[in-house]
Nanobody, 119 residues
Framework: QVQLVESGGGLVQPGGSLRLSCGVS????????MNWYRQAPGKQRELVATITNDASTNYADSVKGRFTISRDNPKTTVYLQMNNLKPEDTAVYYC?????????????WGQGTQVTVSS
């Protein structure tokens, strides 16, 4: 079973920065598209950033220019660098590993890490 473990969340003031990390078990990391999602209280989970297995990236409009997703395949880790944080970025952030093999979709999730942006 693939396991994802997030870290790096916490409390930060508006305008501050945090870097989230997500370590992925197993030997298939390089094949996954990796995603960061977030869910704020009372809201649906939303896709924040994606990095494909060939390192192409995509971002939600709300975080473009502020967040950067990256991956380190030898370390089987994906990162989310978050700069110029705003109170509306407050949410639980989840790491997701996604692949499709022989027509079957695989999705693995971490447990989530809380990010709170407040003065």
């Amino acid at each position: 079973q693939v396991q994802l473990v997030e870290s790096g969340g916490g409390l930060v003031q508006p305008g501050g920065s945090l870097r989230l990390s997500c370590g992925v078990s197993g030997n298939m990391f390089s094949m996954y598209a990796m995603n960061w999602y977030r869910q704020a209280p009372g809201k649906q989970r939303e896709l924040v950033a994606t990095i494909t297995n060939d390192a192409s990236t995509n971002y939600a409009d709300s975080v473009k220019g502020r967040f950067t997703i990256s991956r380190d395949n030898p370390k089987t880790t994906v990162y989310l660098q978050m700069n110029n944080l705003k109170p509306e970025d407050t949410a639980v952030y989840y790491c997701n590993a996604h692949s499709v093999r022989i027509g079957i979709r695989y999705d693995y999730w971490g447990q989530g890490t809380q990010v709170t942006v407040s003065s």
